[in-house]
């Protein structure tokens, strides 16, 4: 929204300059985000007066020029056609920034001549697109400053523009008026009073108005006109052609600019057709769909069925509320006009711009919303302006529809801005406030007014009167304790968790990632998801049609475009939530890293390596310690299908007590997701592991038995296909308590074992914690080994 200062001034009274405007705008929620001041860019250029101006010697079209300035007579080099001796100029000195060409001014020669400035037209000097010639002045006194001399004659011209930022929520802030009525209440100056009119109709109006029936409700709820003969559509007068091309709208007609004009003022859209290219009256319906029509900007639309637009007896002539149509626009011929001023629903105005991709000044107001009981108080200022401007005789107003009623009133409770807010604000001055900004008061009600459809209760009168008092008052204050003493914790067992994952991840070298929630179907269904349960009823795009059910695809979607930019190594994490179904609920946390590429960079000594499952598998045991999960697990196979049948392993509690997976990701999963590997990683789920039994923070002693630690070695001959890990997995459970650690340190195959067979050789560690074991306590365990080993394998133990 941009308005110049002087057509602020129209409404607001005030002594204020552009920049306590500006600041106080930005304070109330209307953001300025730019401010033009020609003055400023303006303010070197003085006026000068040429002694004298003869031919260049080397160019038939240069003048060398005698210019008296301020810094006496300097000799300047002129092209123009209208330099000449006597003329008072405009003179740019050495040093001077000239904007319309984008140059400072420097001593230069031309041809051989010496020239000391330069005399610059209005183009130059971005006042306009005139460059004919240099500037001439009908007066002005030598040495005195451009901006000075149009501060006092032409004005217009170096008025201050600024643009401010409008939300949503603040179409009344989409006029001059109210933006005009921030500023008052902000105490920055008084309202004027606004414009009033009234226009007694000379004549019946020959073009009625209707609305069907399936309109009124939810599209046009009124339509008002009138027709005015006699009309001279001529250029508009000076003042309006300065108010339109300073916010960067080109003058067209006097009848346009004049809408134009209110479109900005009063935030009230309005229409003009040209009445003698109106066949018959005009009806206000939803199109069938299939209807075209060329629009004021020269552009074919076809409209869908349902969307409001205008018609008359040849068709439709205007889409309703957001562009009139070519046929009856008004043009300089037009001598009888149609003014229109209508109430349009806001959600019907969106759908069909939307679906139109019309993006009008006045699709932009209507959409959000203008002010319903200044509709026919607007017509009339209208009509007004255009008689004034343009002649003629105004006939009666035909209406169709009503105007609707949007009167409503909320309770003004003071202490409210204390709780919502933090803010002590007298209720006195709350209730000027409010009155200042157009609410009625009634005792404790405030009556909201028309122009304000953002207002909807009783925390919004807190919000208007906290953002004028403003909210840089806001002090901040520490929350006063719920009771006495040291706090206790805020975050729960599983934030804690979280916390500390992200922490360890970190500290291991990864990367942390942040990614969508949503991911295409194919990658979905790599994962085990992809099913109408997780789909997206209203997908941004065909790449995030589903809800993830793993933290993995996003992980190797951000490793294949890094990958694509030259960096093969990575090590990245995600923590966040997957979805095994789309109802409230269905969702789980999961920690997951990915290893890509080698250990390093490569060396003299050889120590860079290509990352295996070794690798994800120490870090997923380091992110589980970060945990507190159990020390003692177990390691099983069985995982999901996108980890590397022979080449990964569960982490686990128990068979159905899955803290954790890790391992190589599957070659076909590499390869559809376009991913050079191999690649290695985990996922873990930290929901699974054990809530803590002792909630204190302090940690216990930490226990060390001080009795012989025992180690016996085992080896057994076994099939060939039968796995280590079920060897381990299985000496491990003869007795828990005892038995601290089992590990392989040797595998033969071959020899007199004979063809399908090996021996898997296994070290148990044995740690008694109440007495020193005794040989025959070793040699019942050992027992036990040998029965759990053969029972689970098959095997014997080798002699």
């Known amino acids: 929204m941009k308005f110049t200062l002087s057509w602020l001034k129209d409404h607001l009274e005030t ?104 005399m610059a037209s209005e183009r130059e000097m971005e006042l306009s697109d005139e460059h004919d010639g240099i500037i001439e002045l009908p007066s002005g006194e030598v040495g005195e400053r451009f901006v000075d001399w149009l501060a006092e004659n032409d004005p217009a011209k170096v008025d201050p523009v600024i643009e401010i930022a409008i939300t949503p929520n603040r179409p009344d802030a989409l006029g001059v008026r109210g933006i005009a009525l921030d500023l008052a209440a902000r105490g920055l100056g008084t309202m004027k009073e606004a414009p009033r009119a009234h226009v007694e109709g000379q004549f019946p109006c020959p073009i009625t108005v209707s ?13 008002a006109g009138r027709l005015i003969r006699g009309v001279t559509n001529g250029p508009s007068p000076k003042w309006l052609q300065d108010r339109l091309r300073a916010i960067g709208l080109r003058p067209i007609s006097a009848l346009v600019d004049i809408t134009n004009f209110f479109t900005y003022d009063r935030n009230r859209p309005l229409h003009v057709f040209d009445a003698d290219k109106v066949a018959g009256n005009l009806r206000v319906h939803r199109a069938s769909g299939g209807e075209t029509l060329v629009g004021l900007d020269e552009k074919e639309y076809t409209f ?16 309703g509320g957001i562009m009139g149509g070519l046929a009856t626009g008004c043009t300089a011929e037009t001598t009888n006009v149609f003014l229109e001023a209508a109430v349009w629903d806001h959600i019907q105005i969106a759908h069909t711009g939307r679906g139109l991709k019309i993006n009008s000044d006045a699709r932009y107001r209507n959409e959000r919303g203008i002010d319903p009981a200044f509709n026919m108080e607007a017509h009339d200022l209208a009509t007004q302006m255009i008689l004034d401007l343009c002649g003629g005789e105004a006939s009666n107003l035909v209406v169709a529809g009503e105007v609707p009623d949007v009167a409503r009133a909320y309770r003004l409770d003071a202490a409210r801005v204390q709780s919502l807010v933090g803010m002590e604000i007298p209720e006195s001055e709350q209730r000027q406030t409010l009155t200042r900004l157009g609410f009625r008061m009634e005792g404790n009600t405030a009556h909201v007014p028309s122009w304000r459809p953002d207002i909807m209760g009783e925390a919004d009168l807190v919000e208007e009167v906290a953002r004028v008092a403003s909210l840089t008052k806001l002090e901040g204050r520490p929350m006063p304790r719920m009771q006495a003493g040291v706090p206790q914790p805020i975050l729960s067992t599983a934030q804690q968790r979280e916390r500390a994952a992200r922490r360890m991840a970190a500290s291991l070298g990864y990367n942390e990632c942040v990614t969508y929630s949503f991911i295409d179907k194919e990658s979905a269904t790599l994962f085990g998801g992809g099913g ?68 390093g960079p490569k060396d003299v000594h050889k120590a860079s390596r290509p990352v295996d499952l070794y690798d994800a598998k120490a870090d997923a045991e380091a992110v589980l310690g970060a945990l507190d999960a159990p020390a003692k697990v177990q390691i099983l196979r069985g995982a999901s299908e996108w980890w590397h049948p022979g080449r990964h392993g569960m982490i686990c509690l128990g068979p159905k007590k899955v803290l954790g997976v890790f391992g190589e990701l599957h070659p076909k999963v590499l390869r559809e997701m376009d991913v050079k590997g191999p690649v290695v990683g985990f996922t873990l789920y930290p929901q699974e592991i054990p809530q803590p039994r002792n909630t204190d923070a302090n940690r216990g002693a930490m226990k060390i038995s001080d009795l012989q630690v025992v180690e016996r070695d085992f080896a057994f001959v076994v099939d060939a296909d039968v796995e280590a890990l079920t060897l381990v997995n299985a000496a491990a459970g003869a007795d828990k308590a005892l038995i601290e650690d089992v590990r392989v340190f040797d595998e033969f195959i071959g020899g007199s074992l004979g063809e399908g067979k090996k021996s898997l050789a296994l070290t148990v560690r044995l740690q008694p914690t109440e007495k020193t074991l005794k040989d025959a306590d070793i040699e019942a365990v050992s027992a036990r080994i040998v029965e759990k080993v053969t029972k689970a394998t098959g095997g014997t133990l080798r002699g």
Do not use: W
């Open 532 to 599: 109408d349960a997780t789909m997206l009823a209203n997908p941004i795009s065909t790449e995030m049609s589903h809800m993830r059910p793993d933290l993995l695809p996003g992980l190797l979607r951000a490793a294949a475009r890094n990958q694509a930019r030259g960096a093969m190594d990575l090590a990245l994490f995600e923590l966040g939530h997957a979805f095994h179904g789309g109802e409230p609920g269905e969702q789980h946390v999961q920690v997951s890293g990915i290893l890509v590429g080698r250990t």
């Open 15 to 118: 002594t204020a300059g552009v920049a306590e405007i500006a600041e106080a705008l930005t304070d109330l929620g209307l953001e300025v985000e730019e401010i033009s001041n020609p003055a400023e860019t303006l303010a070197d250029f003085t006026i000068g007066k040429v002694v004298s101006a003869e031919k260049h010697p080397d160019a038939d079209r240069l003048r060398v020029c005698q210019v008296d300035t301020d810094e006496g007579v300097k000799q300047i080099i002129c092209g123009a056609p209208n330099a000449r001796e006597g003329i008072t100029v405009v003179v740019a000195k050495p040093g001077v920034y000239v904007p319309g060409i984008d140059t400072t001014i420097g001593v230069g020669k031309i041809r051989g001549i010496e020239s000391f400035g330069m």
């Open 304 to 319: 869908s069925k349902g969307q409001v637009v205008i018609s008359d007896e040849n068709g439709i002539e205007s889409v």
């Open 211 to 223: 609305i069907d029936e399936d309109t009124r409700t939810d599209g046009c709820f009124v339509f």
